[in-house]
């Protein structure tokens, strides 16, 4: 079984204190159930939600990228990416 591996950037690399991990996932799954699994594998996450800290607003919390597109909660991940978690940027 490959392993996903994720990237941390900023605050996340931080509180994690490093900033590439590998991830074991079996095969594909939505965004949205990755981000609860992360969340579950690096509680210090939590610290990134706000209001009800449901697992709904993650994507508004940080971004997920794979191969520089940002990801979507339509979109899936799977065993054999490489992603990115960094935080939100102002600008304009």
Do not use: C, H, W
């Amino acid at each position: 079984m490959m392993a996903m591996l994720i990237k941390f950037y900023g605050p996340f690399k931080e509180r994690i204190g490093k900033n590439l991990v590998e991830f074991n996932l079996e095969g594909e799954i939505p965004l949205t159930e990755f981000s609860k699994r992360l969340v579950s594998q690096f509680p210090v996450l939590m610290e990134f939600l706000t209001g009800d800290k449901s697992f709904d607003i993650l994507n508004s919390i940080f971004f997920v990228a794979r191969r520089g597109t940002l990801l979507g909660p339509e979109d899936t991940v799977r065993d054999e990416d490489e992603v990115e978690i960094m935080a939100p940027v102002d600008g304009g």
